[in-house]
């Protein structure tokens, strides 16, 4: 028995065992308070970090009218233009995929 033991043992009579268990219960306590608070103050630092340093709102650049180049005509309006012309029409896997004048 330690001197500190021995103390306890003197003041406590047949509590001291139980006195050392209520310090050592407590000494617990007291560091795990310690240490949600260090974790919730720890948390509470990378949030506003992270807060802090996200991009600005992205904003969507204006529509920019685009021209494609293809023009739509009727059945008419091309029979008119081909005029008994020579003609190639190249399809692919997806349709029309272009017209081809043939000169003679």
Known sequence: MNKREQLLAD???DGAKF???AAALNRR???VRRGALLGCGATVLVASV???HRPAEFTKPPPVAM???VEIMSDAELLAQLNNKPVMILKDSHGISGVVFLDR
């Open 11 to 13: 003041i406590f009579g």
């Open 50 to 52: 992270c807060v802090a």
């Open 67 to 69: 021209r494609t180049g």
């Open 29 to 31: 306590r007291r560091m």
């Open 19 to 21: 006195a050392l268990q």
